[in-house]
């Protein structure tokens, strides 16, 4: 029997200001509204009703189940994926995204088609693994009226290398993707638009 | 271009105790935590922080997207579906649900296949369509801790018949299906906790 977790312990804040356990070197917008620029970024687990003071943004996401991926991906994936806060993963990045109203009216086989075939997210994820380690985190449904539909949390060690290519290079690739996307910095913070007709374009950050 | 509804207009609120549109004439749990009997239901739209002073209960869902329907289903269900608020639907029942760990542990194409084959979800809804309408509201990701994972909320005419059969006999069918239910009676509450593997067993009612 697999475990219930509790609403509040797959809650999550970002808040960015002034204080923070990680520093914000880059943020860069694709689409859509510009995040206010700051210096440092927090996360904070569990409820939080009101931004802490001088804060300049915050970002509500929680975990849930997977929408889209199969028992033998999962497994696939499940098998090859590390946690979040290894010793080594010092640098992050945070990419928030916002769907438009036609990719939410879709059925769910018009929706994994974009996701296996156009985005190919599970096959472009899988070769990021064990190096990055994500979480994602759904705000659409939260009813707290969130600028973004998700926010998705990498983190890796500096100079992650991926083959014979290097995380920044992974980012041009990338550039054809949905979601990952990443700078090796502290922590970077981007955030994009997607539409389904749209999402082969755009990554929030150039290689 | 499909409008965006905004998540405060998605946002419902169900709210027992002594006063509401709706008189509850019937509650029965078939399996989980008993909610308080209360004399009748409110209905409200938007944020409720609180629920109202002397009130029973208060369970929250928002409507979202579809998770599992197929474009040529979702075609068939629109053509054939009518909204809420007729005014002769005067019989309404609410179904509220919490679905357990394992279930939220499947990948989609597991879900999907109970959904399909084991429910028969769709082809159930079909049959009842015109006559029952029918809102999905999905309290898991909302992080206040709800009790239940889903909602459902039917609407129908007093003596609502279907072919051959009364809505009182289709419950009986739908005994072994896995939410849609009712009472002919004005507002009907009921609740269970399902399983992956004891989704054929109990309806919220008898017929």
């Known amino acids: 029997m697999t475990a219930?977790?509790?609403?509040?312990?797959?809650?999550?804040?970002?808040?960015?200001?002034?204080a923070?356990?990680?520093?914000?070197?880059?943020?860069?917008?694709?689409?859509?509204?510009?995040?206010a620029c700051a210096p440092m970024l927090s996360i904070i687990a569990g409820q939080t009703a009101e931004p802490?003071?001088?804060s300049a943004w915050l970002l509500r996401g929680i975990t849930s189940n997977e929408?889209?991926?199969?028992?033998e991906e999962k497994v696939a994936l499940v098998s090859k994926q590390e946690g979040l806060g290894r010793a080594r993963s010092s640098r992050a990045a945070l990419i928030p995204i916002r769907k438009n109203a036609a990719w939410w009216a879709l059925a769910h086989?018009?929706?994994r088609a974009i996701f296996e075939n156009q985005s190919a997210h599970i096959a472009i994820g899988m070769k990021f693994l064990?190096?990055?380690a994500r979480r994602l985190h759904h705000c659409r449904d939260l009813g707290t009226g969130e600028p973004f539909d998700f926010l998705t949390w990498f983190e890796y060690a500096p100079g992650t290398r991926l083959r014979s290519k290097?995380?920044?290079s992974c980012c041009a690739h990338l550039r054809n993707g949905l979601t990952l996307?990443?700078?090796?910095?502290?922590?970077?913070?981007?955030?994009?638009?997607?539409?389904?007709?749209?999402?082969?374009?755009?990554?929030?950050?150039?290689?």
Request: net charge neutral; hydrophobic share 40%.
């Open 130 to 132: 064990p190096a990055i």
């Open 67 to 71: 929408r889209y991926v199969l028992r």
């Open 109 to 111: 086989d018009e929706c």
């Open 4 to 18: 219930a977790i509790a609403p509040a312990d797959r809650l999550f804040s970002f808040v960015a200001g002034s």
């Open 52 to 54: 802490p003071a001088a």
């Open 20 to 35: 923070g356990q990680w520093r914000i070197d880059a943020m860069r917008c694709v689409a859509g509204e510009v995040l």
């Open 181 to 207: 996307s990443a700078k090796s910095t502290s922590a970077s913070a981007g955030h994009c638009h997607e539409t389904p007709t749209e999402n082969m374009k755009g990554s929030p950050w150039n290689s």
């Open 166 to 168: 290097t995380w920044s």
